[in-house]
């Protein structure tokens, strides 16, 4: 078994690591040739085949509350929004500045009169998307592949050939199909609600960032999307763990989840029953380095809830309430493990490919042969059975579909839903996929081992939480979770291996981007939904 990632390796300072790859900056030149790239999408691919004011779908509610914003309007809300001011925050401050600037320059150079003068709109519908296409792909590749340093690349996988993997790796992360085509190049949430916990999670793992500073990015991933919240929650007790595993010992010791509860518990246990003066003191110095590590997550946590309790009467989303009453919904977390099983396929058939061989790879894992072979001789056939029980009453009792689902023919789901699970389709269809669900969430869990315990138990909790309560089915749900899994996934494989895998993975990720985007771009049609004769793109 590969070494595991403790908090002191995760804590190394960034600056012992030479983050240049043949004299360039392998963390800030990519991010901006991904920014100019993406905003050359948007200008001169994307917008021209849109008209000046031609809002997609949710773009109609998002485009006129950040203009709000921009002029200073703060007491305006639509109350069809859901998410909390994040965005409309981060471009007004951006855009308003920047253009009065821009203007600034021009008329210094006569290119505009004073008459003129600040006829640029600073928030226009092409600058709002400008603060995703140029803003958020660069800051997710950015903290990505910061997060990633921190994690695991030490002073034995310095190599050129080991950064250029974390390289490609972040890259495929930044332009990682359902965030980024197409909703990198629109006015949409998602871009920045994904690339703000990683800009949060870079500097919680960094012990150089300002108390302050951490604060100020866990509250600005939470104003991009409330669900962010249960990512805080997520750190906070791996480290809350961690430190327990500092003042107790046995507790590191331990070598499976049901051991390290159970050591854990026994710990608190005795010092609390027993009044030994050494115990007190390991109780109390616990709790001193659970308030020097958590206090910056703890801070945001307490406010948001404080602001759900008593501003929001009890409510996680700000508006369109109906619509998003909480339901739950088990089967989403069997829907998440089939989109992991999806998007890691590039990755696992690569490795797989060049025959990577140790010990601990997951590679054999995705050979279903392998696997089931695996599963056979390691694990309780009972468990198995009992399983696979489980996942068919749930599919029984929980298949359940949100009337948006089932009504808005510009998504995807739409049709696979129509496929698999409508009414009228035989009902055996909805449980072909239970063995796939049951070796999906194997191979997940199989996967974390790599990680601490305390991560996989983190990640166990909060993933849940976060899914299950969502009624919708909507991918881009499933994507700030399969990113942690990605991250945490994959760090003990630095190789000449890793390198071709990532860029394999980087490959086929722009090939279905090129894919989405064609399709979002020229295949439009009419739209079914009502008698506008409006143009409907199909789109995640």
Not at 22 to 48: D, E, K, Y
Not at 233 to 250: G, L, N, R
Not at 500 to 517: D, G, H, P, S
Request: charged letters at 15%; aromatic letters at 18%.
């Amino acid at each position: 078994m590969a070494p595991k990632a403790t908090r002191s390796d995760r804590m190394k300072p960034l600056a012992q690591y030479s983050e240049t790859i043949g004299g360039l900056n392998a963390s800030i030149l990519p991010a901006v040739v991904l920014s100019i790239v993406t905003w050359c999408l948007l200008r001169f691919i994307v917008q021209p085949l849109f008209g000046p004011n031609e809002y997609y779908i949710d773009e109609e509610f998002h485009v006129p509350q950040a203009q709000h914003y921009c002029r200073a309007e703060f007491h305006k809300w639509d109350p069809k929004i859901t998410t909390l001011p994040g965005l409309y925050l981060l471009s007004s401050t951006v855009l308003v500045p920047f253009m009065k600037i821009y203007d600034t320059i021009l008329s210094l150079f006569g290119v505009l009169d004073n008459d003129a003068f600040f006829v640029n709109d600073p928030c226009s519908l092409v600058a709002l998307r400008a603060v995703n296409a140029v803003g958020a792909p660069a800051c997710l590749f950015y903290a990505f592949y910061r997060c990633q340093l921190l994690l695991f690349l030490n002073e034995n996988k310095k190599t050129k050939l080991a950064k250029w993997s974390l390289v490609f790796l972040a890259l495929s992360v930044a332009t990682f199909p359902v965030i980024y085509a197409p909703y990198s190049m629109l006015y949409y949430t998602d871009a920045w609600a994904t690339a703000s916990v990683f800009l949060w999670y870079s500097n919680h793992l960094s012990n150089e960032t300002n108390f302050l500073v951490k604060i100020i990015f866990g509250g600005f991933s939470v104003l991009c999307r409330q669900t962010n919240i249960a990512w805080l929650v997520f750190a906070s007790i791996i480290d809350v763990f961690h430190c327990a595993e500092q003042c107790f010992p046995s507790i590191k010791n331990s070598v499976s989840i049901f051991s390290y509860i159970q050591a854990t518990i026994i710990e608190f246990y005795h010092c609390c029953s027993i009044k030994k003066k050494n115990k007190f003191k390991k109780l109390l110095e616990f709790f001193q380095k659970c308030l020097r590590v958590t206090s910056p997550n703890v801070i945001v946590i307490i406010l948001f809830f404080s602001f759900v309790v008593f501003l929001n009467n009890g409510d996680i989303v700000v508006g369109d309430r109906r619509a998003h009453i909480p339901r739950f919904h088990p089967m989403q977390l069997c829907y998440f493990v089939l989109f992991v099983l999806a998007f890691s396929l590039p990755w696992f058939l690569s490795q797989a490919y060049f025959n990577r061989k140790t010990s601990n790879s997951v590679t054999k894992y995705f050979n279903l042969i392998k696997a089931f072979h695996e599963i056979h001789n390691n694990t309780s056939k009972v468990l198995v059975v009992t399983l696979l029980i489980i996942i068919s009453g749930l599919v029984y009792l929980n298949t359940i579909s949100h009337p948006y689902l089932l009504a808005d023919n510009r998504h995807y789901t739409f049709y696979v839903w129509r496929l698999l699970f409508s009414p009228g389709k035989p009902v055996f269809l909805r449980y072909l996929p239970v063995p796939l669900y049951a070796y999906g969430l194997w191979l997940v869990d199989r996967t974390l081992m790599q990680s601490s315990i305390a991560y996989r138990l983190a990640y166990w909790i909060v993933t849940p939480l976060i899914l299950c309560a969502q009624f919708l089915l909507e991918p881009r749900y499933f994507v700030v979770p399969y990113l942690m899994y990605r991250l945490h996934s994959n760090k003990q494989f630095i190789n000449s291996h890793t390198f071709k895998a990532a860029f394999i993975e980087f490959i086929a990720y722009q090939v279905f981007n090129f894919i989405i985007m064609r399709v979002f771009l020229y295949s439009p049609f009419v739209s079914t939904m009502d008698n506008t004769g409006r143009i409907d793109r199909f789109t995640w």
